[in-house]
């Protein structure tokens, strides 16, 4: 992976203009409670230029300066230290296994950045994301400009490092679609597992458990998010994590739930019943989502813009409403009144990546983006009847179903990374039966 680091670097400093610094700051460590903390995770832009795991780092890149172009600031090696927190790459590690050209302790960046940051015009840095690291860079650039009598010269420009960084990230090289293939298929092998142990009777939380119990035992040591298991009517709330209710006979259960590994996250929706079997009811709806998501994945080439999927979900959807009753009226004059959003309010995916809501523009030029190779999306149209909705027979009312894969756009076509998952619902009744 050393390699993969060292050609991503080189991707981002040919695309800066000349004589021009890139800096970058590692993600803090956050406290959950008290002396307490939540488990670190790396800032995903420092990640994907280092591989770099640790707090309290800075990544510099300084393209054609000929000490070497990638240097890293990080914590020096401290056996005391280290025997109650773990063991620290320190600079010579930096440099050993990450690929810098040079290291050096973090706590010496005062009096070695600003004279990196001397003569060059530009500086790439994403301004806003650390309050108290702008303060001290400005403060660095601000001490040039007053030296500037004696010679000194200060950067004049600043450029935003996110825009170029996330256009490279929004494109997945060979390694990366590896590392996606395989937290799929764990995630998938999550999903199937709550399908086999789901039982009335048992609270959500639980079936949370068996799903990451899996991504564990597969090597997936976090979700990618906080998982969503909502039964019955919670299924209807888009981001429920509460997890907490008990699973009632004739239920659904809507299961939003992906792991994380090795920073590339999966996301995998499947709407099933808490005892094997649909209603009537449940399965009209759930044939109809289904329908939308099969019809948005076909639009999902090489070519099409990214809006094409979701208007595809989104007549679908509104076929289906008409077709149950739901909604009434001609199809095109209810998507054009956007009345489906009473039962289908979000989009009909986002990008995937390192973050689960991955980074890429949408839109060009305030044109929805091409659809290209190297791309990853999800896919996750939905229908959800509030229990509370007095427009509709109360046997349709809390109904909640989502249906969600993650698909690749590939050389060769498109690619369903999460297919493992059944999602017809005969597939499903039968892998729950057994």
């Given amino acids: ?82 025997i109650w927190d773990g063991y620290r790459a320190g600079p010579e590690g930096a440099v050993k296994h990450y690929g810098a050209d040079d290291a050096f302790p973090i706590d010496d960046i005062d009096d070695i950045l600003p004279g990196l940051l001397e003569d060059r015009q530009r500086v790439y840095y994403a301004m806003g994301k650390d309050a108290a690291f702008d303060s001290r860079l400005m403060a660095w650039i601000n001490d040039i ?109 809507l299961i939003d739930a992906g792991c994380e590994l090795n920073y590339y996250a999966s996301d995998i929706t499947r709407t099933f019943p808490i005892n094997g079997k649909y209603s009537g009811e449940q399965k009209a709806v759930y044939e109809v989502v289904l329908a939308s998501e099969r019809a948005a994945i076909d639009k999902v080439v090489a070519g099409n813009h990214w809006n094409d999927p979701h208007e595809a979900s989104v007549r679908v959807i509104t076929e289906g409403l008409v077709d149950l009753g739901l909604l009434k009226g001609s199809v095109d004059g209810l998507i054009e009144q956007e009345a489906y959003r009473d039962f289908y309010m979000h989009r009909a995916g ?61 050389a060769k076509g498109t690619e369903i990374l999460t297919s493992a998952v059944p999602k017809d619902v005969a597939e499903i009744e039968q892998l729950m039966a057994g």
């Fill in 350 to 410: 986002h990008w995937l990546g390192m973050d689960v809501h991955d980074v890429g523009d949408y839109q060009v030029e305030q044109q929805w983006r091409l659809l290209e190779p190297g791309m990853v999306m999800t896919v996750e149209p939905g229908i959800y009847i509030s229990p509370d909705n007095e427009k509709v027979a109360a046997r349709w009312c809390g109904i909640g179903i989502r249906i969600e894969d993650d698909v690749a756009i590939t």
């Fill in 145 to 253: 400009r007053a030296r500037s009598r004696s010679g000194a010269t200060s950067p004049g420009e600043f450029i935003d490092l996110d825009h170029l960084l996330h256009e490279l990230r929004l494109f997945k090289s060979a390694a990366e679609l590896r590392e996606m293939r395989k937290a799929a298929k764990i995630s998938a092998q999550a999903h199937c597992q709550a399908m086999r142990a789901c039982r009335p009777g048992m609270y959500e939380y639980q079936l949370q458990a068996e799903i990451e119990h899996v991504f564990a035992r597969n090597g997936a040591r976090y979700p990618a998010y906080s998982s969503i298991v909502g039964s019955g009517a919670n299924g209807c709330i888009l981001h429920y994590v509460e997890n907490s209710a008990k699973l009632r006979d004739g239920d659904l259960v």
């Fill in 1 to 82: 992976m050393k390699q993969e680091f060292s050609k991503r670097r080189k991707k981002l400093a040919a695309m800066m203009e000349p004589g021009s610094i890139a800096i970058l700051v590692s993600a803090p460590e956050k406290i959950r409670s008290r002396d307490t903390h939540f488990p670190y995770r790396q800032d995903s832009d420092f990640y994907y230029l280092s591989g770099f795991c640790e707090p309290e780092s800075v990544l510099v890149l300084v393209p054609g300066r000929r000490q070497g172009e990638c240097l890293m600031f990080c914590r020096e090696r401290d056996p005391e230290k280290e």
